[in-house]
């Protein structure tokens, strides 16, 4: 019994630290403007008002924004889990020469800050012809991501025994057949983390989008949001809005595929 | 050899067919239509429409076969993105430019003469307080795109109750500033914590109105410890005592909001903006100029007269620009009296004409945000006739020629040395010192060193 | 014949290409860059050796700045890991609403920087903000607190930095929780262990190389971040008390306009990190080479 009062206290103190500021968001964007500045703040709003997210919808082009940055995102996560489930897989799996020390240079090019790169790399993609293009923001943050996801995938295939793959080969499976059928539903939960990982950055990435993207049809939302915080009148009531909108889906659609999930993690008979 | 699995060759298909399709759309435009990449400041939706609806409908209308994109950035963004345009070699047609940066451009020959088109918009007719700025080697390099004073803004109620007049010194400040704070309900004042603001355009502001400089004129040695600077900071070190103490991590819009909420009564940096906050945020039956008012600078013991920042960014064109004539023939439009009206109009009094003849013309007068706050237009006009601005981040009016402005705000020093004697309440004289001493360095990395 | 190593290189390739094409060309070109004198705006340098790096070795911004990458980065990780491992620990284990949990506990990683920020600048605001209201209501300070101001700011960047990143940790460990035989566990209750023992001899060893990599990754992603101090403090005045190296490298080569010198910090900056994963390598005997 003391087990589940401990576990239930754990789960609302990480509750209010997870979900307490996004009520707080939401709750600034149902306020009117004049009670966002309310002294002492309220928690529930006095007055609720839809106004904050109409004008977002009506006066802004958030819904572009929106659509280019889930489009980008998902290019990216599609684009880089593809090329890093494969690298990791060749360098825990083959043994070839310099395979470590191409781990390790691999770690090294993690180690450049981004910030530093966008200069060359805004020259080197006007070469290629590709600025202001999604195709450029999808190469920009596949390449930031490849050396964490390669890493991080490393990491657990080579926590998945080589037996597993050999007894099924064995048993008369050809090598990738045991790959799909043995290593990857073990590997899931790191390919989802990856994947996450990979989602939330190309979601989330400032900069590149800024200097790669000059057209406004083609900008993502943290460009667009950081638009509305430039704005003459800094409209929180509107730009907690914008954070609603942005969160509140991306969460729904995590807690629905939690189940999925769920499978996932616990595939391979275990807790779950 | 190994065998590509069948789900690396759908996901790798896939990925390929992925990249045809996002490279699709943009890629059908461009090919017969030229662009011209105009970047600008101002990031109002309304503005950025404006230009859209009038001088950009006219231009291509004119120009078939040449289309405009313009972008609205806020200035940090544009600084960024000009950077990253600059070390490509591919930099916008036309753009605005702090006017402190502008030297800096010149004299590495990026930027292209416009005298031309200065002739063409009234050379007589644009206003003095902003004709010279980029007049380099008897050329004009940058017209400004209109003009808007700073200055205090101020609950004249308040003061009107405490029976203060404007204050004229420093010490008249302070005194005013002591009698509006009430401790723990409101504070006299807030400055904007932004290192652009506090670290470089009030420094400026305090050295004009103190009979200082940033640098000596001829030799361009720092006067960072500096005796009008110094008395400068002993006055801002006195100040900070009626500033809320976490100015220094908030913003300048924050101040408008402080101000018009009531938290403070006086915002430190104040333009036109500060009505759209007071139309929004303040209690509703104090929107208007008996309770909110421009409120002059004061000047210090070296000063005669107290001055404030006169904010305005000027249009450029660079020598690498692509299509530079057609850049000129946008702006010809620009300020094409019917057009630069509705610009104009489209933040009211922030953005000022330039044109002499248009501040006075009755059809821009008759705006009704401006006919409410006819006080506030009046005090700038007032203002710009008795020379009581200067351009933004100018300590006089030669310092259009120096060329290391940027660099000298971009570093931080100022800014460093001034939060420190504020917020950290250090010793003045050591601060000032150790700036003078970076910014000695900074100017001779930079290669402009002439003192000895 | 089907573990011939060419086919180890032939699925690496992509990924090599890619980073060898579009990131390796642009370190190059820093490297490069730091070893010449570059005004921002010219598209012209002058060569000069190794001037900024020694310049570098006696400047007391930068030596500042790594101090403060380093409280930062620090802080940062030890709470993150702190507060993520709990939370993995927490929903691996069997409760009413645990779904529903995981997917909220993710909430701070799926918002734009930009708006984590602006919200919790929002929530630490001295005058409207919450964290004070609460504060003063619960009698716990007397006065407001600047939490945006000189004394507080780091720790306001730290704690928006820990409550936006350890939703990361909590999912990498879980994953890797997920994955952990249950025999273990049952043999280890079995021979009366406690959970604290279980924790400590078998959650542990188990998860050591993830956490490893986790702690790894971490700490470069956290020492070069740019984007939430930036947007928390960096063009405010506070921004000397949060100088962190990679703000100081993007203001030198994008405010102080020398770009020279900004490419040598981003070098430095590379090289700190490639010497402390080397010991870090060394300490904690990486590399269980298998497969």
Redesign the interface.
Known sequence: MKRAAALYLGGLVLLVIGAFPLAWMLSTALKPSGEIFATPPTLLPRTITLENFQRLFTETSFLTYFANSVTVSLATVLVTLTVSSMGAYGLTRFAFRGRERVAGLILMTYMFAPIMIIIPFYILVKQLGIVNTRLALVLSYTTFCLPFCLWLLRSFFQSIPLELEEAAMVDGASLPRAVWYVVLPLALPGIIAAGIFTFILAWNDFLFALVLITSEELKTLPVGVNDLFNATIVDWGMIMAAGVVITVPTIAFFVAVQRYLVQGWGAGGVKG | MGQISRRHFLAGTAAVSAGAVLTRAPAALGQQVKELQVWHTEVEPQTVKTIQDTSIAEFEKKFPGFKIKQQALGWGDLNTKLLAALAAGSPPDLTHLNPFMTASLYTKQLLRPMDELIRAIGEKDIHESTLKLQYFDGKYYGVTHAIGATYFAERRDLRDAKGIKPPETYADMLALAAALTDEGKRWATQMPGEKLYMGFVHPAEWLAGNGGGWVDGKTWRPLLNSKPMLEALDYAQKLNKFMPGGWSGQKYLDTLAALATGKIAMAYLSGARTIGYIERYAPENMRDSDHFQPLARPHGPGGKVGVSALDGENWAVFTQSKYPNEAFEFLKLFYKKEHYIKYCHSVPIHLTPILKSMINDAEYLSNPRIKKWKSWHDFMVRGLNEGRFIPLGFTRPEDNLIPFLAELDGSGIVADMVVEVMVGGKDIKAEADRAQKRAEELLTQLGVKRWS | M???????????A???L??GG??????L??IWLSLHDK?????VQTFVGLRHYLYFARDVEFWTSVEYGVIYAGGTLLLQLL?GI??AL????G?R???????????????????AV???K??L??????VN?LLL?AGLVR??V?????DH?MQSLIITSV?QFF??VV??Y?????????ELYEAAKVDGATAWRRFVHVTLPQTA??L??IV??RS??MF?K??TVWLM?G??????YVRTL?VY???R???????G???A??VL??LL??AI?AVYFRVFHA?????
């Open positions: 089907t573990r011939h190593p060419l086919v180890g290189w032939l699925l690496l992509p990924s090599l890619l980073l579009l990131v390796v060309f642009p370190i070109y820093n005004h921002a705006f010219m598209p507060l709990s939370a927490l929903l691996n284990e409760f609403g645990r779904n529903l949990l995981r997917g909220v506990v993710l909430f701070p990683y799926m918002i734009p920087t930009i708006v602006i919200l919790w929002w929530l605001n001295d005058s409207y903000g919450l209201h209501a006065v407001p600047a939490w945006l101001g000189k700011i409550w939703p990361f999912v990498t879980l994953a890797r929780l997920q994955t952990i035989p249950p190389n993830v490893f990599v790894l990754l470069i992603f070069t740019f984007d403090a063009e405010g005045g506070v921004s000397r990679p490298a993007y203001a080569s994008f405010t102080y306009l020398q770009a010198m900004g490419a910090l981003a900056m590379f990190l490639v994963t590399e269980e080479a298998t497969g």
